[in-house]
């Protein structure tokens, strides 16, 4: 305690950032070899877990559910804006290029976030308790935005798995709109439904289950502990370097694409699965938060994460595709084939016999992850 603090510039986390943005200018848009691959790599690494850090500064100065709420945003956003600038290249297979990256991450996010978060707290803690009623309305809002949106092209009137214009425009709204109405619920008088669970020593939830703002308690008291929560300089330097640590896990993840893209070629995998790589490394930051969240016995912080990082895949990549194929020329496919569907209905009806009791062991855990096992092999042999 009586160590002097070393300066925030001195910190990895702080410098990680920057220095992984100067190597993604430097190799942005070339083709690497792999001794840079590698190279590469390692500084995506160092970005994920500054970009965890700076995410947990942030949550522990604003308070949960908006701290992930940050997080799922901000990685989408950037997403987002990576799913169009691709679309926009006009590179092999952009035309299902938007369908591909947001099942990808509907499926790591519900399988394998939820399923890695529950099976760490099961065995660190016994059970892994959350609030059923903010869990299950987390995931009512992503099955429902999942079916509006990836199943029904595939079951309109409209020649192949896409929209028509009027139907691309109606999907666009009601995303936009499931998306708006859930962020206001999670963030506004029913929040208390959207924090962790107070447990006991047998990880049996306690009686002191009275959200913060009825006992008193504040929200940073209830989710963080004794901690001090950060000074307002600290929180906005974590919030500016999480920024750009997204930015360099995206843009980094964009350069070692025509690398993934070479290695899935000599693995003998569709092209597909490329995007399936891509996604699950631009969706690595979230899925270490949500482990970190689960060894704290927070593990609704985890499905906060997990569920709400689906929810803006979905709701803010069909508005903005939308928005695009005013300039964009040639289809955009949409639905979901007969194999991808099945998946989804399997884990929409697992996450609901998951979610209900507010409470899971190892089993349910292991469902996911196998769930999303399945969903990897598949895209690799389809």
């Known amino acids: ?56 500064v942030v949550a522990h100065r604003v308070g949960e559910p908006f701290g992930s709420l940050v997080l799922a945003v901000a990685v989408t956003v950037i997403e987002v804006a990576l799913i169009v600038t691709l679309m926009i290249s006009g590179e092999s297979g952009a035309d299902s290029l938007a369908r591909d990256t947001v099942f990808a991450a509907v ?22 308790v959350f609030n059923p009623e903010g869990t299950g309305a987390a995931l009512a809002t992503v099955a429902a935005l999942s079916a509006l949106s990836l199943v029904l092209p595939t079951f309109t009137s409209s020649p192949g798995p896409e929209f028509s214009p009027p139907q691309l425009s109606f999907a666009a709204l009601a995303s936009i709109a499931l998306y708006a109405m859930f962020v206001s619920t999670q963030t506004g008088r029913h929040r208390a439904s959207f924090l962790p669970v107070p447990t006991g020593a047998a990880g049996a939830p306690t009686t002191a289950t009275v959200p913060p703002a009825e006992s008193g308690a504040s ?11 950060p000074s ?35 693995a003998g995998a569709p092209p597909s699965f490329v995007g399936v790589v891509i996604a699950l490394l631009v969706l690595a930051p979230e899925t270490l938060a949500a482990v970190r969240a689960a060894r704290r016995e927070q593990v609704q912080i985890s499905l906060n994460l997990g569920y709400g990082s689906a929810m803006a895949s979905i709701g803010l990549t069909i ?5 695009a ?16 569907v099945v998946l989804l209905t399997l884990t929409v009806a697992v996450s609901i016999l998951t979610v209900v009791p507010g409470r899971a062991t ?10 999303l096992a399945a969903f990897v092999f598949l895209a690799i042999k389809p």
């Open 362 to 371: 190892r089993l349910q855990g292991g469902i996911h992850l196998v769930l």
């Open 107 to 128: 499926m790591i996010t519900t399988n394998g976030i939820v399923g890695i978060s529950l099976l760490t707290g099961a065995l660190r803690f016994g059970v892994a």
């Open 325 to 340: 194929t005013i300039w964009l020329k040639g289809p955009l496919l949409l639905g979901l084939g007969a194999t991808q």
């Open 1 to 56: 305690m009586s160590d002097t603090p070393r300066p925030w510039w001195q910190s990895w986390t702080v410098l990680a950032p920057p220095i992984a943005l100067v190597v993604l200018v430097i190799t942005f848009g070339d083709h690497i070899p792999a001794w840079l691959a590698v190279l590469l790599a390692v500084v995506l690494g160092g970005a994920v877990l500054a970009a965890v850090h700076h995410a947990e």
């Open 232 to 266: 307002a300089r600290a929180a906005l330097l974590s919030l500016g370097l999480l920024l750009v640590a997204l930015v360099d896990v995206v843009g980094l993840a964009k350069v070692l694409s025509h690398s993934i893209e070479s290695a899935v070629k000599a």
């Open 319 to 323: 508005p903005s595709i939308a928005v």
């Open 219 to 229: 929200p940073a008291s209830h989710e963080q502990g004794h901690q001090a929560a």
